[in-house]
């Protein structure tokens, strides 16, 4: 990249911008207020030199001076950040498979291990808690290392957590609790790769890729749990079969691993202007962004309709069984939640890249969004599977398609807060909500009715709060005042200065 010459001022730091008015411009108008100043000093020293030189020598070398152009950055993307991505989007997988392994085998793992079903969920809400653990630590390490140190983190954590699972599993009498050691390991493992995809896109993609990048990163963890709730039933018949269910998980988990030591830490040139702030301390960027109303308006429903996800899709089989509908049956209805979701969005994100109308999805998908979560009420007592599968294939498609538009619509009307700092508040936000909706789901369980063990009011629960909190979103752009871009902004008022 070409370097800037002595007499143009530096791009100011994230910290500067964070402090200005970032409304209609202001950043990039100071910056060229600045680069204009420094321009006119060196007229002026030049005006005022008095040499024993002809004065037309002097005259010279003030017009070369004075006419001197400003030298721009040259952005450009490297092919090498597909190998990045790609083990992000494997880890992403990974880790979700590993949270929903015992899921949708429930009641066969509640046999093997001597216990209650309700106490297996605990391997799922353990698993949440421990993301939640582990978002400020994930949050430093990007902010001061960046994404590689954060996945190879991952990495680890999830190759310890599968084997000491499996240790669990072949204890002379299975322990719940070692295996539970192990789930809690792996959980400290996903905000590492959960909460990457934002800052991998901005730091490795130009604007027009961020949505894509975000999209088949983040949505690659519940294609993952897709995975899960199709493969465990297959592998697990009886539950002698658990242990050896375990081992393929962990020994997959393992291969997947190890791609993590050698991607690359960032690219050798900034590919747009926005990925070349330097970063302002990570308590200003919190304090900075917990103050915008618009923050609070989209927190709240994302948090929500994840933690509602995260429950819906822990205890989907506990949902069906009751009615007579089979563990099969119940890890169809999670894979299609999940695969009709990932469908649509690989069709929508890019669509979304090119048309920026981000705001409009949010508002679309939102009541879609609430309105399924208060049909389905009446979808397990039906006599047939069909109108779960149909409940579940819209309320995947919903979800999917929403969460990487929220997440990079906060980062463009967040901007210069990093993208890192609203990603993991966000997702921190919806596993905390999803660990505590699966305990409230278990303390709603109807043991006296009929069917026995029916999930019925939990499922009326979920479809009240669903409703509660559409409104924050379908308020964005209004309360709080209106909204921009001002990433995608920035990068274009950048590029119009290069052309």
């Known amino acids: 990249m070409p370097a800037a010459r002595a007499g143009i001022a530096q791009r100011p730091s994230q910290e500067q ?35 024993n030189e002809s004065s037309a020598t002097t005259e010279a070398a003030q017009q070369a001076a004075i006419s001197e152009p400003v030298v721009h950055p040259e952005y450009r993307t490297y092919k090498r950040r597909w190998f990045g991505l790609i083990q992000l989007i494997l880890l992403n997988i990974i880790v979700s498979w590993d949270w929903l392994t015992y899921a949708s085998v ?19 809400t353990s698993f949440l808690f421990a993301f939640v653990f582990a978002s400020p630590f994930t949050l430093y390490a990007l902010h001061y290392s960046g994404p590689r140190l954060s996945i190879i983190i991952a990495s680890v954590l999830i190759l310890l957590g599968n084997w000491i699972r499996y240790g669990g599993t072949r204890a002379l009498t299975p322990s719940l609790g070692v295996t539970m050691f192990g789930q809690i390991l792996i959980g400290l493992a996903q905000p590492f790769v ?70 690359p830490a960032k690219p050798p040139t900034p590919v747009s202007h926005s990925s070349t702030q330097t970063p302002a301390p990570i308590a200003q960027q919190i304090y900075s962004l917990l103050r915008l109303p618009t923050f609070w308006l989209l927190f709240l429903p994302f948090a929500v309709y994840v933690g509602f996800f995260n429950s819906l899709s822990s205890l989907l089989t506990q949902i069906l069984t009751p009615y007579g509908f089979t563990e099969t049956q119940g890890g169809i209805a999670g894979a299609i939640l999940i695969l009709v979701g990932l469908l649509t969005a690989a069709i929508m994100s890019p669509i979304i890249d090119r048309t920026k109308c ?54 463009e009307v967040t901007w210069p807060v990093g993208p890192e700092v609203g990603s993991v508040l966000c997702w921190a936000g919806g596993q905390a909500l999803g660990g505590i909706f699966i305990v409230v789901s278990g303390a709603l369980q109807d043991n006296v009715g009929k069917p026995r063990g029916n999930l019925q009011k939990a499922l009326i629960f979920e479809a009240v709060v669903a409703i509660a909190v559409a409104p924050a979103a379908l308020s964005l752009g209004r309360l709080g005042g209106p909204v921009k871009n001002r990433r995608l902004e920035a990068d274009r008022m950048s590029a119009g200065a290069i052309s």
């Open 358 to 411: 981000y705001l409009l999805v949010i508002k679309t998908l939102v009541p879609i969004l609430a309105l399924s979560y208060l049909v389905f009420i009446w979808a397990p007592p039906a006599s047939s599977m069909v109108a779960s599968y149909v409940i579940c294939a819209v309320l995947g498609a919903a979800s999917f398609t929403l969460v990487p538009v929220a997440l990079e619509w906060l980062a």
């Open 17 to 51: 911008l964070l402090s200005q008015d970032t409304s209609d411009g202001a950043e990039m108008a100071d910056l060229e207020h600045e680069n204009a100043k420094g321009r006119a000093r060196v007229h002026h020293q030049l005006k005022g030199t008095t040499t």
């Open 194 to 263: 959960l909460c990457v995809p934002t800052q991998y896109s901005d730091l490795w993609f130009s604007p027009r890729g961020r949505v894509s990048a975000t999209a088949v990163a983040s949505l690659a963890n519940p294609f993952g749990g897709a995975i899960g709730q199709l493969i465990s039933p297959l592998f697990v018949s009886t539950p002698s079969d658990v242990p050896n269910m375990t081992l393929y998980v962990a020994i997959i988990s393992s291969v997947a691993t190890i791609p993590s030591f050698f991607i």
């Open 106 to 124: 429930a009641n066969t793992a509640a046999t093997f291990y001597s216990t209650t079903p309700t106490t297996v969920n605990w391997l799922s």
